[in-house]
């Protein structure tokens, strides 16, 4: 078996779990923190990484040592190949975990997974790959059983909604989820709309999706909301940029191109892009630009201290929602 492994991908969440399991094997206390190195390729030297991977472990058959970021300091053909040619000297008392956040569509090219390719039997690879939006809430559902409570169907929609695909975020309000029902009866949506984090990224789309629809209420309760979770400038600029992002995603659906078009053209997460594609949908690019200009309005007024932001904001609302607020 190698004693080597790299996990890599855009799960951060999963990886660092991963992590943990090897960790849990030293279920010696006294010895484990001996026998555990943790290394951050961008500030090693090599004779930190040599004295982790060589050390004879204390008390115990092998030592675990922990590797993030390679490339950070692998950075060229020279230093990628001195490092292989290390990996391949690594001794049976060490096992090597080396993990890496790397994006799917660069998962192929990667150095080490190609290095790994020639050489499997000294190196494991696993990849780790955030779940898509609609999976979310089956992923859910299986994490809360993983932290041994339950979550009703609806809930875990609702959690999904507010989190999107961030699986460290999720982990985390699924246990407070838990304790909050005391692992008692399964979450219901009322937990989740009484316990979870208020997530801005979510509601900055709830808020557009108002607007688009013409629903002023709504827009307005859910601009009070970020109001008082956001500074006034930092929502401003998350709903300037939002709206920019949909002249954009429109211009591509114009153009005969889709959500996945959106993602590449944009360089943003699928689960935004397809939120946003969603949302460029309702609009016409003539539409988008009057209100796009309309911002460019209120922020020149706003600079000049004509109007207050949050004022500008709620004009904004009437502007665009009409009667309906």
Same mark, same amino acid.
């Given at each position: 078996?190698?004693?080597?492994?790299? =996990?890599?991908?855009?799960?951060?969440? +999963?990886?660092?779990?991963?992590?943990? *399991?090897?960790? /849990?094997?030293?279920?010696? !206390?006294?010895?484990?923190?001996?026998?555990?190195?943790?290394?951050?390729?961008?500030?090693?030297?090599?004779?930190?990484?040599?004295?982790?991977?060589?050390?004879?472990?204390? &008390?115990?058959?092998?030592?675990?040592? %922990?590797? /993030?970021?390679?490339?950070?300091?692998?950075?060229?053909?020279? /230093?990628?190949?001195?490092?292989?040619? =290390?990996?391949?000297?690594?001794?049976?008392? !060490?096992?090597?975990?080396?993990?890496?956040?790397?994006?799917?569509?660069?998962?192929?090219?990667?150095?080490?997974?190609?290095?790994?390719?020639?050489? @499997?039997?000294?190196?494991?690879?696993?990849?780790?790959?955030? @779940?898509?939006?609609?999976?979310?809430?089956?992923?859910?559902?299986?994490?809360?059983?993983?932290?041994?409570?339950?979550? #009703?169907?609806?809930?875990?929609?609702?959690?999904?909604?507010?989190?999107?695909? *961030?699986?460290?975020?999720?982990?985390?309000?699924? !246990?407070?989820?838990?304790?909050? !029902?005391?692992?008692?009866? @399964?979450?219901?949506?009322?937990?989740?709309?009484?316990?979870?984090?208020?997530? /801005?990224?979510?509601?900055?789309?709830?808020?557009? *999706?108002?607007?688009?629809?013409?629903?002023?209420?709504? +827009?307005?309760?859910?601009?009070?909301?970020?109001?008082?979770?956001?500074?006034?400038?930092?929502?401003?600029?998350?709903?300037?940029?939002?709206?920019? &992002?949909?002249?954009?995603?429109?211009?591509?659906? *114009?153009?005969?191109?889709?959500?996945?078009?959106?993602?590449?053209?944009?360089?943003?997460?699928?689960?935004?892009?397809?939120?946003?594609?969603?949302?460029?949908?309702?609009?016409? %690019?003539?539409?988008? #630009?009057?209100?796009?200009?309309? &911002?460019? %309005?209120?922020? #020149?007024?706003?600079?000049?201290?004509?109007?207050?932001?949050?004022?500008?904001?709620?004009?904004?609302?009437?502007?665009?929602?009409?009667?309906?607020?």
């Amino acid at each position: 078996m190698p004693n080597i492994f790299f =996990f890599h991908g855009n799960d951060e969440f +999963a990886i660092n779990r991963k992590i943990k *399991d090897f960790e /849990s094997d030293f279920s010696d !206390a006294t010895t484990a923190g001996m026998n555990t190195a943790h290394l951050e390729a961008r500030t090693m030297t090599e004779d930190d990484l040599n004295n982790a991977v060589n050390a004879m472990p204390f &008390l115990a058959p092998k030592r675990l040592v %922990i590797l /993030s970021n390679p490339s950070s300091k692998y950075n060229n053909p020279a /230093s990628r190949k001195k490092f292989g040619e =290390f990996l391949s000297k690594t001794p049976d008392t !060490a096992k090597f975990v080396i993990h890496e956040l790397i994006e799917p569509k660069e998962i192929e090219k990667h150095w080490l997974v190609k290095w790994a390719g020639k050489n @499997p039997t000294l190196i494991k690879t696993q990849a780790f790959l955030l @779940p898509k939006q609609r999976d979310m809430p089956g992923w859910i559902i299986d994490e809360a059983k993983n932290q041994e409570g339950r979550i #009703e169907s609806a809930a875990a929609a609702k959690l999904a909604e507010m989190v999107g695909v *961030d699986t460290r975020q999720a982990g985390m309000e699924i !246990a407070k989820l838990l304790a909050y !029902a005391n692992w008692e009866r @399964p979450v219901r949506v009322s937990d989740v709309e009484a316990v979870c984090v208020f997530t /801005s990224q979510q509601s900055v789309f709830d808020f557009v *999706d108002a607007l688009s629809q013409g629903n002023g209420k709504t +827009a307005q309760k859910l601009l009070h909301r970020l109001l008082e979770n956001e500074e006034a400038f930092s929502l401003w600029g998350m709903v300037v940029r939002q709206f920019r &992002l949909l002249i954009q995603a429109r211009e591509i659906l *114009d153009g005969r191109g889709n959500k996945d078009d959106v993602a590449r053209a944009l360089g943003v997460h699928p689960f935004v892009a397809e939120k946003t594609t969603g949302q460029a949908n309702r609009f016409s %690019i003539e539409a988008l #630009e009057n209100i796009y200009h309309r &911002l460019l %309005i209120i922020d #020149e007024r706003v600079k000049t201290s004509q109007i207050t932001l949050d004022l500008a904001l709620d004009t904004l609302i009437v502007e665009l929602a009409g009667d309906r607020v």
